[in-house]
């Protein structure tokens, strides 16, 4: 009599929705942090500004919990990190997409040049390039201001600096004047007129900030002069304003708060991806702004690398 044997049974691995739970701890924390960021403290050296700066980054914590996960071969885990990458997507999955539209009756271009740039009538000749019709420039150094002017005179006759920052027009320029934000100036206000009417303009550059260990992220100087900048841009009295320049912060920055709680950002309306302007070189966050209300952005994106450290930013806006 020959005996049958019966297949074995698969025994389900009931372990592997036990395994993992250290790793799902720290993704239910990534998407708190991704959540709750504003709450943040900003008392130690600046902690919350500091990772605002970098925030959509935060989403690469995905990446070392997913190796840990399937190393260890947990369901748990796996689950557990669509809990951050939801969250993520959710703040930020729209940027991942272009949004520009066609049209617009004013485009704008805004660069920290460097005042160490090696090439500052190249730099100006590319941003002419664009065919914006404003330019607007920080960080001039005074002995090379001419070589701006002289490279943009042909295109741009309407021009005025004001201290480290200067702004160029192919529509004439009027009531410009420098804006109080520092002790010296890095800020000004005019009025652009454009055919389809009066636009006011500011232009600024806000104080530098560092990462240091001993102090942690030194922006005090700047969130003061953000605070003088967004009076400034208060008591605007045009219906239609404009802001750029460089900010030493992101919109996701709570410092920003003052100038973003009443202007929208032209790159998180109608921009090309995230938009990063800093370093040039390997940009990882958007510091170079543009900034408006009155008006709608129908289009935002970064220019090609000049001899500065900063990437040219730039809007197109329906007046």
Known sequence: MTATLEPEKTVPDRGT??????????????????????????????????????????GLLVLPLLVAALLRRSALALVSLLLPALVWGGSFGGRL??????????????????DENPDPAGTARALAASGAQVIAL??????????????????????SVQGTVGVWSTFPLRDTRPVAIMPWTRALRTTVDTPKGPVAVFVAHLP????????????????????????????????????VGDFNGTADDRALAPITARMQSAQD???????????????MARIDQVFVTGVRPVAS?????????????????AL
């Open 17 to 58: 929705w036990r395994r993992g739970r250290v790793i799902a701890v720290f993704s239910a924390l990534t998407a708190l942090l991704l959540l709750a960021h504003s709450l943040v403290p900003n008392w130690v050296g600046n902690a919350g500004s500091l990772l605002e700066t970098f925030l959509p980054w935060t």
């Open 97 to 114: 997409f272009d949004r520009t539209e066609a049209g617009g009756d004013l485009t704008i271009v805004s660069h920290n040049v460097n």
């Open 269 to 283: 309306e109608a921009g090309d991806g995230f938009g990063f302007s800093w370093p040039a070189g390997l940009p």
């Open 138 to 159: 920080e960080e001039l150094k005074k002995s090379e201001i001419p070589k701006y002017e002289d490279a943009l005179a042909g295109r741009y006759p309407h021009h």
């Open 208 to 243: 530098s900030v560092r990462v240091r260990l001993d102090s942690g992220f030194t922006a005090n100087g700047r969130d003061e002069a953000i605070g003088l900048l967004a009076d400034a841009v208060a008591g605007e009295p045009s219906p239609r304003t404009v802001l």
């Open 301 to 317: 994106w970064t220019l090609p690398a000049t001899g500065s450290d900063h990437l040219p930013v730039a809007a197109s806006l």
